[in-house]
């Protein structure tokens, strides 16, 4: 076979292919838009003015900036944020470190006990959170844990553990027995095999547990809404839902609100999208 009869084929096949995957292109198309209008709704109403009438999803006539005064002023959305990073660090510092500890003798020891604590924390993550709701609050009333950043760090950080156990136990278990073993030939103990071999290793599984539960922790609503109760401890979600009343509603200081609270998190991804999506990989490859 001639090699532009070779190439013509290959272009034909090429061709062919692509007709038959048109609808994967349409479904791909609309889930973009689908993820990208809610974005780009709460932009357009956050620099409209109250006073600007046209459709929402209208651009603005002229830019306005002064939601985003009333968000930092009136909101204080600046002292809000702050507070979402102190629970977002310390929930990801618990669920990291409680995390990969727990999971590494999961994962080692395959004993019975084990397996049966593993099919326990499996079923916790099918437990839905605001079904104790009411048991979770009164156990946090009785030890002072209302209106505290720890209060709400401790609960965030219980219901998102076994999820980070899960995703632990599985990167540690495919990694070799051999290195364990190693170690312990030349006198390490078990913590300081897994501090000084196992842990070193974990780096990929640790992006991936920082990236789910550091957004889920930034996010968080349900237990925000019972726990912080006064407005010097509301979170980024609390201080855009205070916009909403049965008296008034102000979307446009709430929209600039939630584009204030979504920046951090889009600068961070900015920074390590490397990172995020290498963490991704790797999880699941080994996993």
């Known amino acids: 076979m001639h090699e532009g009869e070779m190439r013509r084929r290959i272009?034909?096949?090429?061709s062919y292919t692509r007709r038959n995957r048109w609808w994967k292109?349409?479904?791909?198309?609309?889930?973009?838009?689908?993820?990208?209008?809610?974005?780009?709704?709460?932009i357009v109403m956050a620099f409209k003015?109250?006073?600007?009438?046209?459709?929402?999803?209208?651009?603005p006539t002229k830019l306005y900036l002064g939601s985003f005064t009333k968000a930092i002023e009136d909101a204080n959305i600046l002292n809000a944020l702050k507070n979402t990073?102190?629970?977002?660090?310390?929930?990801?510092?618990i669920e990291v470190l409680a995390g990969c500890l727990a999971a590494y003798p999961l994962a080692r020891n395959r004993t019975k006990l084990n397996n049966?604590?593993?099919?326990?924390?499996?079923?916790?993550?099918?437990?839905?959170?605001?079904?104790?709701?009411?048991?979770?609050?009164?156990?946090?009333?009785?030890?002072?844990?209302?209106?505290?950043y720890w209060g709400v760090i401790l609960v965030t950080s219980a219901f998102g553990l076994p999820l980070s156990i899960f995703l632990?136990?599985?990167?540690?278990?495919?990694?070799?027995?051999?290195?364990?073993?190693?170690?312990?030939?030349?006198?390490?103990?078990?913590?300081?095999?897994?501090?000084?071999?196992?842990?070193?290793?974990?780096?990929?599984?640790?992006?991936?547990?920082?990236?789910?539960?550091?957004?889920?922790?930034?996010?968080?609503?349900?237990?925000?809404?019972?726990?912080?109760q006064k407005k010097k401890m509301f979170n980024i979600t609390l201080t855009v839902k205070s916009f909403f009343s049965e008296n008034v509603t102000d979307l446009n200081a709430a929209?600039?609100?939630?584009?204030i609270?979504?920046?951090?998190?889009?600068?961070?991804?900015?920074?390590?999208?490397?990172?995020?999506?290498?963490?991704?990989?790797?999880?699941?490859?080994?996993?």
Not at 11 to 14: A, D, E, L, V, Y
Not at 25 to 42: D, F, K
Not at 262 to 275: D, E, G, N, V
């Open 49 to 59: 003015s109250p006073q600007d009438y046209t459709p929402r999803l209208a651009l």
């Open 168 to 228: 632990y136990r599985n990167f540690i278990s495919a990694i070799p027995v051999s290195l364990d073993e190693a170690a312990t030939i030349d006198g390490a103990s078990t913590l300081q095999t897994f501090f000084r071999v196992i842990l070193p290793q974990l780096a990929p599984v640790t992006v991936s547990v920082i990236i789910i539960k550091g957004i889920g922790a930034w996010n968080e609503y349900a237990y925000s809404l019972y726990v912080l």
């Open 255 to 259: 929209a600039a609100a939630a584009l």
């Open 11 to 14: 272009r034909k096949g090429n």
């Open 85 to 93: 990073a102190i629970i977002t660090v310390g929930v990801v510092a």
């Open 261 to 287: 609270g979504t920046l951090p998190t889009i600068i961070a991804y900015l920074f390590l999208q490397k990172y995020f999506i290498q963490g991704q990989l790797d999880s699941a490859v080994k996993g």
């Open 25 to 42: 292109y349409v479904i791909s198309a609309v889930i973009v838009v689908i993820y990208l209008l809610p974005i780009y709704a709460v």
């Open 116 to 148: 049966f604590i593993m099919k326990f924390i499996m079923a916790i993550m099918m437990v839905p959170a605001l079904s104790i709701v009411v048991g979770v609050y009164s156990i946090l009333v009785s030890i002072r844990g209302i209106n505290t």
